[in-house]
């Protein structure tokens, strides 16, 4: 089993930065891909950021593209999400996510093996 702990969450203001972590254990002598994806109330959940196990590969949606900068210490077993210039539409709880299927980014919720609970954050305007 793995488990995934996001920590780094909180209240900011628009155009702060906030760096989010994602710790994992349990199995962590396997390989993952890792994924930072993100809910607003009322909302799906919707991609915001990936990265392979080797770190050589990462993807972003298009609305934090320039902004987030998703980065891994596998040392550490812990994955970031580094965030600029935050704005209101930012708001949400956001999750990190493990695939198995670690030499390949993915922008979708089905293809994450592992969860963890999320972390809030809210940008105030």
């Known amino acids: 089993q793995v488990q995934l702990v996001e920590s780094g969450g909180g209240l900011v203001q628009a155009g702060d930065s906030l760096t989010l972590s994602c710790a994992v254990s349990g199995r962590t002598f396997r390989r993952y891909a890792m994924g930072w994806f993100r809910q607003a109330p009322g909302k799906e959940r919707e991609f915001v950021a990936a990265?392979?196990?080797?770190?050589?590969?990462?993807e972003y949606a298009d609305s934090v593209k320039g902004r987030f900068t998703i980065s891994r210490d596998n040392a550490k077993n812990t994955v970031y999400l580094q965030m600029n210039s935050l704005e209101p539409e930012d708001t949400a709880v956001y999750y990190c996510?493990?695939?198995?299927?670690?030499?390949?980014?993915?922008?979708?919720?089905?293809?994450?093996?592992?969860w963890g609970r999320g972390t809030q954050v809210t940008v105030s305007s």
């Open positions: 990265i392979t196990w080797t770190g050589g590969s990462t």
């Open positions: 996510a493990a695939d198995r299927t670690d030499w390949r980014t993915s922008q979708f919720v089905r293809e994450y093996d592992y």
